[in-house]
């Protein structure tokens, strides 16, 4: 074996799945077709579960240092979908362009020991009962095979290693010839994260904090352009215009570029010893701003089952629950960013002033509210399947406990090292010490709770035995060493 998993893109997903795997002890390889780092790209929002996300490898603070924070998302020019409710210390979205955020796990990566293999692309692989042979092409057009245990798609919506897996990605456009530009603006707009369709279309304005402003817009009378024609920088002043009654004083584009939306769902996320994760698994509308999120809580939720499986004591079934668990995530993200694109898009006064009473009245109702942030944005509310008889919140995210002592003093402090936390205040069987951190909760009456890696949780027990937390060790975390 040439490395233990192949990780195909070096994109954020890719990238944080290569730093989890390699600073659990994995041999990993990351192939990239490019060679140099791009300063332009689509993503620019992280969002509450995410930044937890980060957390948990360290890397939060850092991340919040590249952008700046809102509180929450004007829609309609008038409906405020706020985030200062959300539970944990992260009640924002993060606005940072997603090269910041590629150059923190790009780091932390090859710190923590994974190979980057730039200038190389993947041109086929094939599967057998013990690896796979993956078939890369230089930019010199030399032909090579390496070989893996594992392999993961991590290499965008065309993805290479999804099409040679037979993989299946079906879907539609879901709005054709969208602008986007990254220009400066002459006047700051009151509310910092907007998003407002009109007649003649919609117009999405984001801010990255060092002066730069992200547009995306579609001028319903201009929709069935190609994707390769120029945008037309005082076309898309204009829609400004027309939506938000200025165009902020709008100079000095240094991107423009055209896309259409789609919404596409890869049938399988696992084919035997090949996964998809990101955008090679799902695309859609960036409405919202969920695909890097989503993608970079794929990696999480596989990183570390992955790991269980090349040390050998992963539980039976325990690979296919990467794809039970998070393929129905992706389901819902595509219905939520389909659902506010299809209302930015409505071309009807009565469908637009009917939309914009609904949500207004909806924004006021603090259940509803709160649901709304919780369950169509922040991703704080993903629960995964847990087992009948399990515990109410077994697959539920946990929350950012805090511990006796100084350090770790909380949860998220104690999930660095990739492991699985023991949080209990008695004392735990031995023999586990390389796959779980034993951490005592500050309250005296906690429950003892068995965390997994991403932060959520396994089991919970209110008054285990030496035994009890021997047993469902063993279960999670294989065989004591």
Known sequence: MNADVIIVGAGPTGLLLAGDLAGAGVRVAVIERRTGESPLSRAFAVHARTLEMLDMRGLADQALATGITVP??????????????????????????????????????????????????????????????????????????????????????????????????????????????????????????????????????????????????????????????????EELKWLTRKCYGTDFGMHDPRWMSRFHSEERQAVHYR??????????????????GQGMNTGLQDAANLSWKLVAAVRGWARPGLLDTYESERHPVGRTV???????????????????????QVSGVAMRVK????????????????????????????????????LEGKEPSRLYEALRGG?????????????????????????????????RPDGYLAWAGDRPDHSDLARVLTEWCGPAS
């Open 419 to 451: 492991r699985f936390v023991l949080s209990t205040r008695i004392s735990p069987p031995k023999g586990w010490e390389d796959r779980v951190v034993h951490v005592v909760p500050e309250k005296a009456d906690a429950r003892s709770l068995l965390i």
């Open 72 to 233: 929450g998302l004007l829609i309609w020019d008038q409906v405020t979908i706020g985030m200062a409710e959300l539970p944990g210390r992260h009640p924002y979205m993060l606005i940072t362009p997603q090269y910041e955020i590629e150059r923190l796990l790009l780091k932390r990566a090859l710190d923590s020991g994974a190979e980057l293999l730039s200038g190389h692309e993947v041109t086929g692989l094939d599967q057998d009962g013990d690896g796979v042979d993956v078939h890369v092409r230089t930019l010199d057009g030399d032909a090579r095979t390496v070989r893996a245990s594992y392999v993961v798609g991590a290499d965008g919506r065309h993805s290479a290693v999804r099409e040679a897996a037979g993989i299946d990605f079906p879907g539609h456009a879901v709005a054709q010839s969208v602008m986007l530009a990254d220009v400066k603006l002459t006047e700051r707009p009151e509310r910092l994260l907007s998003v407002n369709g009109v007649r003649e279309g919609f117009v999405f304005i984001a801010p990255f904090g060092d002066g730069w402003y992200r547009v995306i817009g579609r001028n319903h009378d201009n929709g069935d352009l190609p994707d390769d024609v120029p945008v037309d920088f």
């Open 334 to 356: 595509l219905r939520t960013s389909g659902l506010l694109t299809r209302l930015a898009l409505l071309r009807s006064p009565l469908l637009r002033t009917l939309r914009n």
């Open 271 to 288: 084919m035997g010893r090949v996964f998809v994760v990101g955008d090679a698994a799902h695309v859609h509308a960036p409405a919202g």
């Open 367 to 402: 259940p509803l509210r709160r649901a709304v942030a919780l369950n169509m944005l922040s991703g704080i509310a993903i629960r995964y399947p847990a087992p009948d008889g399990a515990h109410k919140w077994v697959g539920r995210r946990v929350p950012d406990l805090p």
